[in-house]
């Protein structure tokens, strides 16, 4: 199934300095989750001044439990407090992608 997870950081100051202390292992597990076809596209959301102020992650798990157990629960932004809310909803894609 495939699913689209929203994340926004915990603003100002404490949001960016964790993510930036973070980054490298979030992108490690990403690339991981991507190689093995779970990651299907990821980008950050960016606040009108151009900086990260969340994420936005499309990707296949058989259902909700599975992507929390193989990725959440590992996630290096939820565990270093760089994600203060993240919604997890189903998506359709369109057929001709």
């Not at 157990?69 to 565990?79: A, C, I, N």
Request: one cysteine or more; hydrophobic letters at 40%; glycine letters at 6%.
């Amino acid at each position: 199934m495939t699913f689209m997870v929203l994340a926004f950081d915990y603003p100002p100051p404490a949001g960016p300095e964790r993510r930036q202390t973070c980054r490298p292992d979030h992108l490690m597990l990403g690339e991981k989750l991507y190689k093995d076809g779970k990651w299907l596209y990821a980008a950050a959301i960016l606040s009108v001044q151009g900086e990260a102020i969340g994420s936005v992650i499309i990707c296949d798990f058989p259902d909700e439990e599975t992507l929390r157990r193989e990725w959440l629960d590992h996630e290096p932004y939820l565990l270093n407090q760089v994600w203060e809310k993240v919604e997890i909803r189903p998506i359709r894609p369109a057929p001709f992608l």
